[in-house]
């Protein structure tokens, strides 16, 4: 069992404490405006930020993953519990939280059942697509409060970029001013200072002109009053209906949140090498999710941006994340005051900046240049995802998955193999169209499992072949079973058709290189009754040909 905070000596006690004090100045912005974009009050960002984290930091194997609600998530969050809720209200509120916990408990079972490998189902593209459709809802969102404009943030993407469109003659100057400003200041400062923590340094710098300005006066939107206090316990109470309504939107939420944060937690601790358990910081996820719904907070993943800011502060511990816990609720019980004034377009500008690499430009790019099919599976689920939303385009990512898994398998590598000469050789090369292994003999070889989707595909091919060679070429055929790892009913009735079609061209059928569980599934199958069983290719051909094979 890893202790907690795994990594933590007293030489480098100094530096974390350090990296949780920068940690400190770039979540609490963050944090507030993803609140808004899941239309929640600036206190259910900041809630997540102190018991979900502490028990995130303490339970999980990764030494370097930041837990906390994302962009994506909160968007996520947005558009399935608006549906059911007006945003801003205690309903909507409720509901959050009671999404949360449902996310908890999937995460949990996910890790008692080691069932996290689903999450794989959401390949690049997929996840490519889906996140950058939320990013791009949430950009419209987060320019309308930069130009001070007011629309509906619970509404759809269409209905959100009608609002802007027909609300620019009600732009603020001020508002764009500042905007300006804060959005030149975050980048260049990225490239040119990145250890700056130039969120909070926008944000305390726009405050205090609001203030000295008094540019709430002049229209300026601001964040307006936070309500002191620690988190309270609490739990949602709903009907049995409304909690099953929410689970559609909790499991997407539930897979994407696996699928990135494994994949963070991987990447770092193959980086750094120190263990990863994904079982174990899935569990992480669950107690972290129902810790937020239970007091007043809203769906907690892992922070990619953070985690990777950590990382070039140096930090390899979780105590970044317990400083960050201890700094928030400190400001909640102390601080709050100072939030009042914050500038709602400096806060559309940290979002904004910080969601620009979710839209996935350069990843579409490459996509394209790599492989036009997964551009356009990636494509297809940024376009559903951003015009019928966000759960229609999980379904849709995962039956593009799906249809993906079953064009590649479709297509297997099917082989006739010729000898090379070498007598210790089993793996034979690949031999040229119309050609025999050996004399009277095919030896095919199939590099895929054989099921629904190529059991045609495999028969046509040794069809194929054996016609290839000529009429009375052919006398044995001998599969390579090395590769093929199951057989399906419907890839055996194919395979069953091929046996009878083999038989009546007076064409013998064996098998090389198979797997004893294969061999198991073949005799179920009845595919294996008196044929023969060769240990090798070559095996194979000495048999059937009574002489040691030659170069061809």
């Not at 009546?504 to 005799?523: M, N, Y």
Request: proline share 5%; with cysteine; hydrophobic share 55%.
């Amino acid at each position: 069992m890893q202790r907690p905070l795994a990594g933590l000596t007293s030489k480098n006690l100094a530096s974390e404490l350090t990296a949780g004090v920068t940690l400190l100045a770039i979540a609490i912005p963050l944090n507030i405006g993803y609140a808004q974009i899941a239309g929640l009050p600036p206190t259910a960002g900041l809630y997540a930020l102190i018991v979900p984290t502490i028990i995130y930091a303490l339970v999980v194997s990764s030494r370097q993953v930041v837990a906390s609600p994302d962009a994506a998530a909160a968007a996520l969050v947005a558009s399935s519990v608006g549906g059911l809720a007006a945003a801003g209200s205690a309903d909507y509120a409720t509901l959050a939280m009671a999404q949360a916990i449902i996310c908890g408990i999937m995460f949990i079972l996910l890790a008692v059942f080691k069932l996290g490998f689903l999450a794989n189902f959401l390949s690049k593209p997929i996840l490519v697509g889906f996140v950058g459709g939320l990013a791009l809802d949430i950009m419209v969102s987060q320019v309308a409060k930069m130009l001070g404009v007011k629309i509906e943030s619970g509404g759809e993407f269409v209905e959100k970029v009608t609002g802007l469109i027909t609300g620019l003659g009600t732009i603020n100057g001020w508002s764009v001013l500042i905007s300006v400003v804060s959005v030149a200041v975050l980048i260049f400062g990225r490239v040119y200072l990145r250890a700056v923590p130039w969120a909070l340094v926008v944000l305390v710098l726009a405050t205090v002109v609001v203030v000295t300005a008094g540019l709430d006066q002049k229209g300026v939107a601001v964040l307006g009053e936070v309500p002191a206090g620690a988190p309270a316990l609490t739990w949602p109470m709903l009907d049995w209906v409304t909690w099953a309504a929410l689970i559609p939107s909790a499991l997407a939420l539930t897979l994407v949140t696996t699928a990135e944060g494994l994949l963070v937690s991987r990447s770092y601790s193959e980086k750094h090498g120190y263990p990863f358990r994904a079982n174990r910081d899935l569990m992480a996820f669950g107690f972290a999710n129902i810790a937020a719904g239970a007091q007043g907070s809203f769906s907690v993943g892992s922070s990619t941006s953070r985690t990777a800011a950590m990382d070039q502060a140096g930090s390899r511990t979780q105590l970044p994340s317990l400083v960050l816990a201890v700094g928030t609720l400190l400001l909640l019980l102390f601080g709050t005051e100072l939030l009042a004034d914050i500038p709602s377009p400096v806060i559309g500008a940290i979002v904004g900046v910080a969601v620009i690499p979710l839209l996935g430009i350069r990843e579409f790019i490459d996509l394209w240049k790599a492989d036009r099919f997964e551009f356009i599976i990636g494509a297809i689920c940024f376009l559903v995802t951003l015009f019928v939303g966000s759960i229609p385009g999980i379904l849709v990512a995962f039956v593009l998955a799906l249809i993906n898994i079953a064009k590649r398998a479709a297509s297997p590598a099917i082989d006739v193999l010729e000898s090379s000469g070498d007598p210790g050789e089993s793996l034979l090369e690949d031999a040229p169209a119309g050609t025999v292994t050996a004399p009277g003999v095919i030896v095919v070889r199939m590099a895929a499992p054989l099921f629904f989707a190529n059991g045609a595909v495999f028969t046509t091919a040794v069809k194929d072949a054996v016609t290839a060679a000529g009429d009375g070429q052919v006398e044995h055929v001998v599969v390579d079973m090395e590769a093929v790892t199951d057989i399906d009913v419907t890839g055996a009735e194919s395979f069953a058709a091929l046996k009878t079609w083999l038989a009546e061209q007076s064409i013998t059928l064996g098998f090389s290189r198979v797997r004893p569980k294969t061999q198991q599934r073949l005799t179920r199958l009845e595919l294996l009754t008196d044929e023969k069983l060769y240990a090798t290719n070559r095996a194979a051909i000495i048999d059937l040909t009574g002489t040691e094979p030659k170069d061809s």
